[in-house]
């Protein structure tokens, strides 16, 4: 590797490093798996109405390992990924995230924010919190506690983003359904389950299966013509 640029990378040594595996497709092979997944993650959809039925641990288990091979920065993994199954736990969950949603309904948003809010018929009323049988709640980790100092992670919000993207497809693909919560503020999350001071509440994800007489919103996503710019 040259070293001529001040911009090139440090030459490292190859022990450091290991063989890549990749199987290159055929164009065709992409592109069926690229539309197969596409038509698999289009049924996916918020669910705030839960089954209170058993799900296997070990697919929750999986799922957030699938997470955690999410990339980020510096390969910091600035996550945490706490799984609440308990019911005392889950019913005070319950309580307190009612309680920051009662304020954000009636005080904190705007009427713009409740018109946008309509077409999804929610209130401060979160049952889903308790029937369904987990709550992920996910933590980002703005730095570590090495040795008595902090340590800085990077790019903490987008590496914890993509992570959950990751765990919601591995769910999705699982078949279970989940809901993303962000019953604001979420300290009492940070309280409630003891973590740590260098972890911060990001994203509260019930996750079961969704009730047998469950109906959702009628919309739709934004075709591709919206969302996507073709340089060519």
């Known amino acids: ?127 889903h919190l308790e029937d369904a049988p987990y709550l992920i709640v996910i933590f980002k980790k703005p730095y570590e506690i090495e040795n008595g100092e902090k340590n800085q992670n990077y790019y903490v919000n987008e590496s914890v983003g993509i992570a959950t993207g990751f765990l919601l497809c591995a769910l999705h693909k699982s078949g279970l359904s989940t809901l993303t919560h962000t019953p604001s503020p979420m300290g009492f999350l940070t309280k409630l389950l003891n973590r740590p001071d260098n972890e911060r509440p990001y994203l509260l994800i019930p996750v079961g299966y969704p009730h047998p007489d469950l109906k959702v919103p009628n919309i739709m996503k934004h075709p591709v013509s919206k969302i996507l710019v073709d340089y060519k």
């Open 1 to 127: 590797m040259s070293t001529d640029s001040p911009n090139s990378f440090q030459e490292t040594d190859d022990s450091d490093f290991i063989p890549y595996r990749f199987e290159k497709l055929s164009n065709e092979e992409m592109i069926r798996n690229s539309t197969a997944f596409y038509d698999e993650m289009a049924t996916r959809r918020s669910v705030r109405v839960f089954s209170t039925d058993d799900v296997p641990f070990e697919v929750i288990k999986q799922a957030i390992l699938t997470a955690g091979s999410a990339p980020s920065g510096a390969n910091k993994q600035p996550w945490t990924f706490c799984v609440v199954s308990n019911k005392e736990l889950k019913a005070k969950i319950r309580d307190l995230a009612e309680k920051e949603e009662y304020e954000s309904y009636t005080h904190r948003m705007n009427a713009k924010w409740l018109e946008d809010l309509k077409p999804f018929n929610t209130n401060h009323k979160k049952p």
